[in-house]
């Protein structure tokens, strides 16, 4: 190795060490370093690099690529530099045809190993405009340059012939750090070609289709801005990687493609998952088992199977998976929403502080779900433990009248699943059953804010299944599904809840035609429903009156309907009551709408009709009716839902100062709470700040020494060469 190449060789690795610690170890290097020998590069490896470690670390000293047996690629012809002074290698200058039928394979290695293995410093791999015929490969490290970019501004297509793919991959990209994947370009997998090969649903033992980007040992990588298109099975798969960033990308596959999971996730550690659409025929985000600092936020997710957290429990050498957050997120025509899903398999585990936060939900069949027996056979319980899971803020519209569905492990119960302020419609197709409610089995909740669904209480099921417009109940400890197995009829709703003790169910009736009310046996026109949430004037849920509904009292209903009136826009007038001959007991209490009007009925009881006066209107025939029970209840015998005149809330949704105050508390709370956080991220910023400058002063330390060191290697040449002469 001659004198020049090692001098060549210190100064990229002074670089290198300027390019980390900025100006402080600029401000060391020297202009009198030279003359260098193999002695001096394998001092600097002893001192510098050491062994890699089994966790890795941040960037830093543990990552810098080893400089051993380094070629000068600086005479290579097929390489330019940009303006941020990376060295540029086209892969259309290594040989590839661009022509969309030439398979550019070769070509694509050959720039590989010319910018990664053979060229030291911040280094791009170009892939032009145009399309590109590419069949398996592997981008394989530990490189030299660092760090190494490939963008791909082109139509990359993949090979359709499976039996080139000798491992299930189609590009694996492996064993790097300081990985950058960017442009504009596209990565089409052509899985429409293949997807007919897919027998996963038939067979529990089938191959899966190759995934169209694996990256595998990957430390510090970035895939920003790339788009995936169609793809055999997994779009993209990480595995055993760290701080690992996904951003703006794009990937698309029709909704009946199989297995085309958008982004798995096993085995690693700090990875975050932005501002990214994904739309497929599986999960859009899989976060599968030993994953650790998951982060996914504002991703459109639509269609596909929703953002998941699983399957677990599959194979035997799973870890745990804790510290997710899915949040700001958007969920439309999907089979699931927020998803939890474990096989009921003898493996053992814990998925734990998972949060789903913030998510809007269109159309989505299940919208929140915990699935302890995803794809298993029945009478088996999943060892996997889900606790510490929150559902926060999820809204929208489920496609099924089931809003939330938590089904846990009889073995393992689900611990500490918090839902708070869930607020979730009916939207299928199904107009005359449009209830929605909560499933739960097994499962430990608590529940904070509006709930709708209201949630699951807690003592036996009663399973409510709604056929043709009746209502079926059966008292029993079991989950739909028992329902399901034992029902000789054909069911298209699948509901579990349960019931509150002092809620009454009736079956959904058409109303009769219009005739006055009497106040002794309460007929007259009434909707007979069960339970119903309905909208309030400024767009909020409320609990509607419903005929069978109880109450304690009188004045327990008067406020109930008064409260009612409030959130939906109009003022309860109290109207008729009838009492008791014997005592004067009130028995029956009607409560109107306070829009007052001509009475409807024109005709007199003696006389001709009564012509009502041109200015005047009819009055509103909103009303509720109470009677009292012989077990002293009072019940709803009698409920008119529509107003003949607009109804209006408060603009700024107070009705009272009492209701003002209380807000004004929560945004104080709030504001104490948020500026607590801001002072636990500023001391974490501090202490970061400080192991930095604590780093760099290490760092600094140790350049010090070696230079030294270079000084009394070039003295001791020097008095070596003088007494030759």
Request: aromatic share 8%.
């Amino acid at each position: 190795m001659t004198i020049s190449r090692i001098l060549s060789l210190f100064q990229i690795l002074l670089l290198v060490f300027a390019w980390q610690c900025y100006d402080k170890v600029a401000a060391i290097i020297t202009d009198d370093i030279a003359n260098l020998n193999n002695e001096i590069i394998s001092t600097i490896n002893q001192q510098l690099i050491p062994s890699p470690t089994a966790t890795p670390g941040p960037l830093g000293m543990e990552t810098l690529p080893d400089l051993d047996d380094t070629v000068n690629d600086s005479n290579n012809t097929n390489n330019d530099l940009n303006e941020n002074g990376e060295s540029v290698f086209d892969v259309t200058k290594h040989g590839a045809k661009a022509d969309g039928k030439t398979d550019d394979a070769q070509a694509f290695e050959t720039t590989w190993i010319a910018a990664c293995r053979n060229t030291v410093g911040p280094v791009k791999i170009l892939i032009p405009k145009g399309t590109y015929l590419v069949g398996p490969m592997t981008l394989a490290g530990p490189c030299k340059s660092f760090p190494i970019t490939i963008e791909n501004q082109g139509i990359v297509k993949a090979t359709t012939d499976l039996s080139e793919y000798s491992s299930p991959e189609w590009f694996s990209i492996e064993d790097i750090t300081g990985f950058i994947l960017t442009g504009s370009g596209v990565f089409d997998g052509q899985g429409t070609a293949v997807w007919a090969y897919n027998d996963c649903k038939s067979n529990k033992d089938c191959q899966l289709l190759p995934i169209s980007i694996k990256f595998s040992g990957l430390n510090h990588t970035i895939v920003d801005g790339i788009t995936s298109l169609n793809s055999k099975g997994f779009h993209m798969s990480l595995f055993n990687c760290y701080n690992f960033t996904i951003t703006n990308v794009n990937i698309i596959a029709p909704d009946e493609s199989p297995n085309t999971d958008g982004i798995h996730l096993s085995t690693s550690e700090l990875v975050n998952i932005m501002n990214s659409i994904i739309g497929t025929g599986d999960d859009c985000v899989s976060i599968g088992h030993s994953t650790v600092k998951i982060t996914v936020t504002n991703v459109t997710c639509g269609p596909g199977h929703g953002l998941s957290v699983g399957s677990l429990g599959k194979y035997s050498r799973e870890k745990d998976v804790y510290d997710v957050l899915v949040k700001n997120c958007t969920i439309f025509n999907a089979t699931n929403g927020a998803r939890i899903k474990t096989f009921a398999s003898p493996i053992s585990g814990l998925a734990s502080g998972i949060i789903f936060e913030d998510i809007i939900m269109y159309n989505v069949k299940y919208p929140i779900i915990i699935d302890q027996t995803y794809s298993t056979d029945e009478n088996k319980e999943s060892k996997w433990k889900v606790s510490d899971v929150h559902f926060k803020n999820i809204r929208g519209t489920s496609a099924t009248n089931v809003g939330v569905l938590l089904e846990c492990s009889k073995l393992l119960p689900c611990e500490g699943v918090v839902l708070k302020d869930i607020n979730l419609t009916y939207g299928g197709t199904d107009s005359k059953n449009t209830t929605i409610v909560s499933s739960c089995l097994n499962a430990k909740i608590t529940t904070f804010g509006v709930q709708n669904p209201p949630p699951c209480d807690d003592g036996n099921w009663d399973i409510h299944l709604l056929v043709g417009g009746s209502t079926h109940l059966l008292h029993q400890k079991y989950n739909w599904r028992f329902w399901e197995r034992i029902s000789p009829l054909k069911i298209t709703h699948k509901i579990l809840h349960k019931i509150r003790p002092t809620f009454a169910v009736s079956t959904t009736v058409q109303s009769h035609p219009q005739k006055p009310m009497n106040l002794d046996d309460g007929s007259g026109p009434a909707h007979n429903s069960i339970e119903v949430n309905t909208h309030a004037a400024d767009g909020n849920l409320v609990l509607e009156p419903y005929v069978g509904m109880e109450f304690d009292s009188e004045d327990a209903a008067r406020r109930f309907y008064a409260e009612y009136a409030r959130q939906m826009g109009f003022v309860v007038r109290i109207m008729q009551r009838r009492r008791s001959g014997i005592d004067g007991r009130t028995l029956a209490r009607r409560l109107g709408c306070n829009k007052q009007g001509f009475s409807p009925n024109h005709r007199g009881i003696y006389g001709l009709d009564k012509k009502s006066r041109p200015s005047a209107r009819e009055g509103c025939k909103a009303t509720i009716l109470v009677k009292m029970e012989k077990s002293g209840k009072w019940v709803v015998t009698r409920f008119v839902k529509d107003h003949n005149h607009p109804l209006v809330v408060c603009s700024n949704g107070f009705n009272s100062s009492g209701d003002k105050d209380k807000k004004i508390e929560e945004l104080k709370m709030e504001l104490e709470h948020q500026e607590q956080l801001c002072i636990a991220y500023r001391e974490k910023l501090f202490n970061f700040i400080s192991n930095v400058e604590e780093q760099t002063e290490e760092l600094s330390s140790k350049i010090q020494v070696i230079i030294g060191n270079v000084r009394q290697v070039e003295s001791g040449m020097q008095k070596h060469y003088q007494c030759r002469q």
